[in-house]
């Protein structure tokens, strides 16, 4: 028997406005509350409220804390200024990628890395057991944080209406401690959509409370409850990578296109360098596969191990597949052989179910918002 999914402090919220549930790595969660169409639409055009209680939550802290994140971690840490995030990635000693990972610098000695809910437990032992010879802490905080997430080009104006704190200052890729609708908070700017968006990191008591004052100071710009799969074809449409489908310990970095992440020149010896080097080299002299748009000519949906051919010859894989509300038609990423991924590259298909049906090779993201 599988064990009975985790609760967030929202559940009986979701269940009262009608979600349809689902078991999402371990939490049940909302999967839409109506139309999944209708949700994405609404954060394109103004503003959807998410909960994300699931994301793992883990402060480290301590004199040398991060001197260890520079040591477990592939990103260069102690660049990271004082109310500042960073995205970045944990890997093992092969440099396949563990998961990626937000890391927001809270204090002087204080850091909140937020791992992603299938994988929080695999960071929480990799960063407890990295931890080993460092005048640091580790703390599993998942049960200290209920998370929210407004999203879309009306956010801004909606939480305003709800905070004092300075938003126009707050940059992307930043966080501040602030009071929302009477309630603290950890107000950080960033997102997973494509558009602009917070995200509220709040005691788990304190959720149902925030939920409700942003759901009335959104109505009338527009902002409707979202579950997790309108924000899939969001991050699909904005070519975000999820982990378990474009990032998985089979890949490095250096093969997702993220090398950027990898920062050799910091200080001191990380887990995973030879072996990313040595990635990062191979990547330099014959690229791999390349992670890609695909854009449907016809209906048919390409869906997560579908094969990219060309020529009669398996030529990739794909990753990720939805229809995309925004465009109008299917869309898919997949790691497809160099001599095949150059935007607009011509007989490119993807097998579904036997057929080759024809699909447009595009750079990412299929979407960017108007600045």
């Known amino acids: 028997m599988s064990p009975t999914p985790r609760l967030t402090a929202l559940d009986a919220l979701h269940r009262s406005l009608g979600a349809t549930m689902t078991d999402f790595a371990g939490w049940d969660m909302p999967l839409r509350y109506g139309s999944e169409r209708d949700e994405h639409i609404a954060v394109r055009t103004h503003a959807g409220l998410f909960d994300l209680s699931h994301m793992g939550e883990i402060t480290v802290s301590g004199p040398q804390a991060v001197r260890l994140l ?3 971690l592939v ?12 995205y970045t990635m944990i890997c093992q000693e092969d440099g396949g990628i563990l998961d990626d990972l937000i890391v927001y610098r809270l204090g002087e000695q204080e850091y909140m890395v937020v791992a992603n809910a299938g994988n929080a437990q695999v960071v929480l032992d990799a960063l407890t057991a990295r931890a080993s010879g460092f005048d ?15 999203q879309g080009p009306e956010s801004s104006g909606i939480l305003k209406s709800l905070t004092d704190a300075d938003l126009d200052g707050l940059k992307y890729y930043a966080g501040l401690p602030g009071t929302v609708a009477g309630v603290q908070a ?24 925030l939920w409700q004052a942003l759901t009335e100071a959104g109505a009338p710009a527009g902002l409707v409850p979202c579950g997790l799969s309108c924000r899939d074809t969001l991050r699909l449409e904005a070519g975000m990578p999820l982990y378990g ?5 089979a890949l490095t970095p250096f093969d997702a296109g993220l090398g950027r992440v990898v920062k050799f020149e910091k200080e001191g010896d990380f887990v995973g360098r030879a072996s990313l080097e040595a990635a990062a080299e191979r990547a330099a002299a014959a690229p ?20 990219v051919v060309a020529d009669g010859q398996v030529v990739g894989e794909v990753t990720s597949g939805a229809p995309s ?6 869309i898919a990423m997949a790691y497809v052989d160099a001599a095949h991924a150059e935007p607009g590259t011509s007989g490119v298909g993807v097998d579904i179910r036997g057929t080759h049906e024809p699909y447009e090779v595009v ?9």
């Open 186 to 209: 950890l107000i950080a700017r960033t997102g997973y959509t494509g558009e602009d968006g917070f995200e509220l990191f709040v005691a788990p008591s304190d959720a149902e409370k």
């Open 245 to 249: 489908h474009e990032l998985t310990t």
């Open 363 to 371: 750079a990412l993201p299929f979407y960017k918002r108007q600045k």
């Open 136 to 150: 640091a802490v580790v703390r599993d905080d998942r049960d200290a944080y209920a998370l929210l997430a407004v």
């Open 288 to 307: 791999p596969r390349k992670l890609v748009g695909l854009i449907a000519e016809g209906r048919r949906v390409p869906r997560s191990g579908y094969q």
């Open 325 to 330: 509300p925004t465009l109008g038609r299917p």
């Open 75 to 86: 990103g260069n840490i102690s660049t990271v200024g004082n109310g500042r995030a960073r």
């Open 70 to 72: 520079d040591h477990a």
